[in-house]
């Protein structure tokens, strides 16, 4: 089956820096492609970052752009989300999303479209 576990979440100060990791099994990951979610109490499950299969072209949230990169190791069937200059308004639960039937990141964005979801990492900043 499945299975998407996320990692790198922690507490920062505003400014800092952190890298999620999300690890795949259960499926080939190199066939489709992956995204990156986050979540507050409340709120509604927001697209952060989302990456086509072959690692190249990617889609970033607007409050986002400029700040986050968002990778992927196929071999390592390894999602990452490298988070710079963090902000008070970053602190959320981050998911990391995967999909079974797309190539393009674009499917990667649609919270009620991708197929599968990790248990999600803490990331607070102050």
């Known amino acids: 089956h499945v299975q998407l576990v996320e990692s790198g979440g922690g507490s920062v100060q505003e400014g800092g820096s952190l890298t999620l990791s999300c690890v795949a099994s259960g499926y080939n990951f190199s066939d489709y492609c992956m995204g990156w979610f986050r979540q507050i109490p409340g709120k509604e499950r927001e697209s952060v970052a989302a990456?086509?299969?072959?690692?190249?072209?990617?889609i970033y949230g607007d409050s986002v752009k400029g700040r986050f990169t968002v990778s992927r190791n196929n071999a390592k069937n390894t999602l990452y989300l490298q988070m710079n200059g963090l902000k008070p308004e970053d602190a959320a639960m981050y998911y990391c999303?995967?999909?079974?039937?797309?190539?393009?990141?674009?499917?990667?964005?649609?919270?009620?479209?991708?197929?599968?979801w990790g248990q999600g990492t803490q990331v607070t900043v102050s």
């Open positions: 990456l086509a299969n072959d690692g190249v072209s990617s």
């Open positions: 999303a995967a999909d079974r039937t797309a190539h393009s990141a674009y499917f990667c964005t649609r919270a009620r479209v991708v197929h599968h």
